[in-house]
């Protein structure tokens, strides 16, 4: 069964590369946490998949989702791997906290067209 993706949104970020420069300050050991209130009912589904990084509506980055940690004040933290790799920007309405995002509907690496831009869903 292919993996299953997040969508989220990088809150206070204008750009990718802004971004990519706070990811790297955050990495301890290799990884890089994420803390977050909800935990996904689909957690399973989700490790080896991608947290995907979402900047002005558009979709620029991933982050290979390596586990899920409870934490001791009660919320989870998303561990993810330390490398960010940055992807030719696909739109995508912005929405709070986290959405689930099926194997077939994530960006790829390549942008096919040229454009950089996709369809809102």
């Known amino acids: 069964m292919p993996p299953l993706h997040l969508t ?3 809150v206070g970020v204008a750009h990718v590369e802004t971004f990519v420069r706070r ?3 955050r990495v301890r050991d290799g990884e890089v946490r994420y803390a977050t209130r909800m935990r996904p009912k689909r957690m399973d589904e989700l490790v080896g998949g991608y947290l995907y990084w979402i900047i002005r509506h558009k979709i620029v980055a991933r982050q290979r989702i390596i586990r899920f940690d409870n934490r001791s004040d009660g919320r989870l933290d998303i561990v993810c791997a330390e490398g960010v790799a940055v992807l030719p920007p ?7 906290g986290w959405r689930y995002l099926a194997d077939d509907d994530a960006p790829g690496t390549e942008d096919h067209d040229g454009s950089a831009i996709g369809e809102l869903p």
């Open 90 to 96: 696909t739109t995508r309405r912005g929405h709070q």
């Open 23 to 25: 990811v790297a300050a």
């Open 8 to 10: 989220k949104v990088a």
